[in-house]
């Protein structure tokens, strides 16, 4: 990604840091800059006595990787109830204040009102203000919205675009896609994929209806498709379908659950009760993510397919997970990669989900409570001691990196 617009990022000096990159390293000491991990040492006394560098004393708080949200309305999403209904986009430090460092974006069921131009251009944005961002081509419906005429060339020659989604299936909001139909767009996806080194995904909306992934099972049972390339998510919305899941994770599809809130009683699972099945079944943790759906409408429809009632996705709902997973006792290395490492992984982002030598400064400093100390996006602090320091181009309080 470019970094034209911005100055250099800055030498800048972690000490005693809890390194959790997601494997715990213990204490560690750290040196960013040009973006990038520079060094990582356990003698602070290796590098120049002389150094010129901006330190921030960790004093044994545990640092981790910058959280990746695999799933995010960037430009807002809703809309399902009207145009009042549409959410507006959220600002910069809703992502950073939540420990996230890189999205990707998406549209939703409105992709008619909200494109693929208004789409990449906020990717851009969001990329100006320091944050990396990412997107998918296409939307809820078929045929695809593009910007160059068809889903491969929008793969292959926008940069930012990883993969086709959210597509949906199994919802009525969907456009009813057919085997065949979405055979071709997982082709095209994967085949630019192929072109390009990008994920190349079709990441797949799932409604409540019935037929659950039946589709996707298809697609593996009547394809020679990859099953990498096809990435479910709102898995966990009904425990049957997260059955289901569970089963297809087991033929090599990565699955993605929502950090949404669920009430008691209701037939679905939290992410953090999700993770925890997962676990206990034995399903590869390396095919398991969580996103927030952050900016999406959150409806419920009754049984004639109206909206009777809905909440937004909040992008601090990653973060809260995290934290109940820990309280649940759930080391932190094990659960640090369904928001790092995994997601990384399934998208083929490069320098992303792990702290090492050559990787992205993109580090999070959590506090005892398991909030936001500090944040490092791109090798720029933009949270310090628990405050914005950098804050979006119209918030108020703005400072220029």
Not at 14 to 24: I, K, Q, T, V, Y
Not at 121 to 128: D, G, K, P, Q, Y
Not at 205 to 212: A, K, M, T
Not at 297 to 318: I, N
């Amino acid at each position: 990604m470019s970094l034209a617009h911005l100055p250099p990022a800055p030498l800048i000096a972690l000490r005693n840091a809890h390194l959790f990159a997601p494997e715990d390293r213990g204490v560690a000491h750290l040196l960013l800059g040009g973006g990038r991990v520079l060094w990582i040492g356990a003698r602070w006394s290796e590098l120049p006595a002389d150094l010129a560098v901006e330190t921030l004393d960790l004093e044994g708080r545990r640092l981790v990787p910058g959280l990746i949200d695999g799933h995010v309305h960037v430009t807002g999403g809703g809309g399902e109830a009207g145009f009042r209904t549409r959410v507006p986009a959220l600002p910069l430090s809703r992502y950073t204040g939540s420990g996230i460092t890189t999205v990707i974006g998406l549209l939703g069921t409105d992709d008619v009102a909200r494109g693929p131009r208004e789409l990449l251009a906020t990717i851009h944005a969001l990329r100006e203000e320091g944050l990396s961002a990412f997107g998918y081509s296409g939307g809820y419906h078929l045929p695809p919205a593009t910007l160059t005429g068809s889903l491969r060339g929008d793969l292959v020659f926008l940069e930012p675009l990883i993969g086709v989604g959210e597509l949906a299936i199994s919802d009525h909001r969907s456009s009813q896609p057919t085997l065949d139909e979405l055979l071709r767009v997982a082709s095209d996806a994967h085949v630019a994929g192929l072109m390009t080194g990008k994920a190349g995904v079709v990441h797949l909306h799932l409604g409540d209806g019935e037929r659950g992934l039946d589709l996707v099972r298809q697609a593996l049972d009547q394809s020679e498709l990859p099953a990498r390339a096809f990435q479910p998510t709102h898995v966990n919305r009904r425990r049957a379908l997260f059955d289901e899941a569970l089963a297809l994770a087991r033929r090599g599809v990565p699955m993605d659950v929502t950090a949404f809130p669920v009430e008691e009683g209701e037939d679905a699972w939290s992410a953090a009760d999700a993770f925890l099945r997962w676990r206990e079944a034995g399903a590869p943790m390396d095919r398991f993510t969580i996103s927030s759906d952050a900016g999406g409408c959150l409806p419920c429809f009754d049984a004639h397919g109206q909206v009777c009632g809905m909440d937004v996705g909040a992008p601090g709902a990653l973060l809260e997970t995290l934290a109940e997973l820990v309280a649940r006792g759930v080391p932190l290395p094990e659960a640090l990669p369904a928001f790092t490492s995994s997601v990384a992984d399934a998208l083929r982002l490069a320098g992303k989900g792990r702290i090492a030598v050559g990787a992205d400064a993109d580090l999070l400093c959590l506090d005892e409570a398991g909030g936001v100390h500090h944040l490092i996006a791109r090798g720029r602090v933009h949270w310090r001691n628990g405050a914005p320091r950098l804050t979006g181009t119209f918030e108020q309080g703005t400072r220029r990196a």
